[in-house]
Structure formats: structure tokens, C-alpha cells
């Protein structure tokens, strides 16, 4: 389902260029759970970065089913993105002025659906992250586990057929990762949401289907599917 082939990137040049991704090929098939590990630096932002179409690569191609990412225009990967995908990170990303709902109905508000029914919507991502009581609720008035399910909450309103996480639980204490995770598996599981996750957290790296580990650019280790 996602097709990654030569995925090349290099940040600078000269003595300053830094080469962050070094012929990176590989596949995910839809409804897997993915984790990508390594040391800091060794790329995997990057390449979560250049399969969502969020950073532009230097050579090589990504295909997400017989969409190829790396000839869309700006205009259609973003609403490529706003229709099929969703993403978590490590520090939520949540707008300060908006309440819980409002945050989880963005990307519907984005792409133009009446806020009656973006509500709806909302408060159902909400439910299916155990929050639909705090909806009314501003970031600054929600821990850190409850923002980040908020964030989980605007990453699946939309329904996406698949999630980026770069570092979902890293700014969370043990259990509440662990809550985090369960989430996560709970959407895989229910509605086969393909999940492709960036950790440096070997616990939560082993939660998902395979993992995949990185340095210095280059794949040195794919642990195949779980099952
Ligand atoms: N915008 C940028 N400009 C210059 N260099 C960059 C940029 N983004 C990343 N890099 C460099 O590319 C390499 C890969 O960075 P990347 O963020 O992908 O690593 P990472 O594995 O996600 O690291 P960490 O675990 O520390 O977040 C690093 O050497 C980094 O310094």
C-alpha cells in the first residue's frame, strides 16, 4: 500500500551538506503497524517526513496505493494529506484559543465541511479516544496524555487511511504512553488503520507489527510482521 523506492535526502551543501537518507527502500502494507528506530540524527524524521509529502526529497519515489506522492503539485498533496492522512506528534500541536472539539474538527473545517457537522464528527473522534467529556475543554486546562489524545482525536476526525506519529509518547510518563499505545493498537485493530510510528522507545517500538531500524541514513534493520 505504501511504496518507498531510493527515498534520497540531503540537507546543505558542500562541507555542510548533511546526507540524511541514503537509498531508502521499502514497503507497508495497509492495516501494519510500523516502527522506526535509531540513534538521534540517524533520519528517521526525514523519512517520515518525505513519505507524508511534508519535506521534499532529492531523488526517489513514494507511492501511497497508485498515488505517486513524489509528482503530486503542492495543491494536491495537501489535500491528499487533509484526506488520507493523519498526524500525531510529540508535542501535540494543538491551538491554544480552541477548545478540544474545535481542535479535533480542523482538518474537517479545512476541507470545507459546515461546522454542525464537523462537530458531530468531532465529538465522535473524541469518544473513540475516551474523551468525549472534556470536549469543551481548552488545551491548557488537559494534561499531556489527554492533549496528545485530542491530537490522536484531529489525526483520525477525517478517518485517514493512514497515521504519522513522530514520537507520540515522548513527552509522556510511562503509563500514560502506555494508554497512548493502547490507543493507537485500538485504531489499528478497529478500523485497520495502517500506523507508521517514529520511537527511540524500545517497549513501545515492540507494540507494533515490525520495526524497522535506521542509522546513518540507511535501513540496517527490517524486523518483518509479528504475525
Ligand atoms: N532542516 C534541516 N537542515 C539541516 N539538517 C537537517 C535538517 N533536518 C534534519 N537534518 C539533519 O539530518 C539528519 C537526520 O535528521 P532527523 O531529524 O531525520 O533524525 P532523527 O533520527 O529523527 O533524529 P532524532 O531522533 O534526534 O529526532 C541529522 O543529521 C540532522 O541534523
Not at 10 to 27: C, H, I, N, W, Y
Not at 189 to 202: F, K, L, Q, S
Request: charged share 20%.
Amino acid at each position: 500500500m505504501i511504496r518507498i523506492q531510493g527515498l534520497t535526502k540531503t540537507f546543505g551543501t558542500g562541507e555542510a551538506a548533511t546526507r540524511a537518507l541514503k537509498q531508502v527502500s521499502f514497503d507497508i502494507q495497509q492495516g501494519e503497524t510500523v516502527s522506526i528506530t535509531g540513534p538521534s540524527g540517524c533520519g528517521k524524521t526525514t523519512l517520515l517526513h518525505l513519505m507524508a509529502g511534508i519535506e521534499q526529497m532529492d531523488a526517489g519515489e513514494v507511492w501511497i496505493g497508485d498515488t505517486p506522492i513524489h509528482l503530486l503539485k503542492e495543491r494536491e498533496l495537501s489535500r491528499f494529506r487533509l484526506e488520507k492522512m493523519g498526524f500525531v506528534f510529540q508535542s501535540y500541536h494543538l491551538v491554544p484559543v480552541l477548545s478540544a472539539w474545535e481542535n479535533a474538527a480542523l482538518p474537517l473545517i479545512a476541507q470545507g465541511v459546515k461546522r454542525k457537522a464537523a462537530r458531530e464528527r468531532a465529538m465522535d473522534a473524541l469518544m473513540r479516544v475516551g474523551l468525549a467529556d472534556r470536549a469543551n475543554r481548552y488545551p491548557s486546562e488537559l494534561s499531556g496524555g489527554q492533549n496528545q489524545r485530542v491530537a490522536i482525536a484531529r489525526a483520525i476526525v477525517g478517518e485517514p487511511l493512514i497515521l504519522w506519529a513522530d514520537e507520540p509518547t515522548g513527552a509522556l510518563d510511562t503509563d500514560t504512553a502506555e494508554q497512548v499505545v493502547g490507543l493507537l493498537d485500538m485504531l489499528n485493530n478497529h478500523y485497520r488503520t495502517t500506523i507508521v510510528m517514529v520511537t527511540h522507545d524500545p517497549q513501545i517500538a515492540a507494540r507494533t507489527h515490525r520495526t524497522i531500524r535506521m542509522q546513518n541514513g540507511r535501513i540496517v534493520h527490517d524486523g518483518g510482521d509479528r504475525s
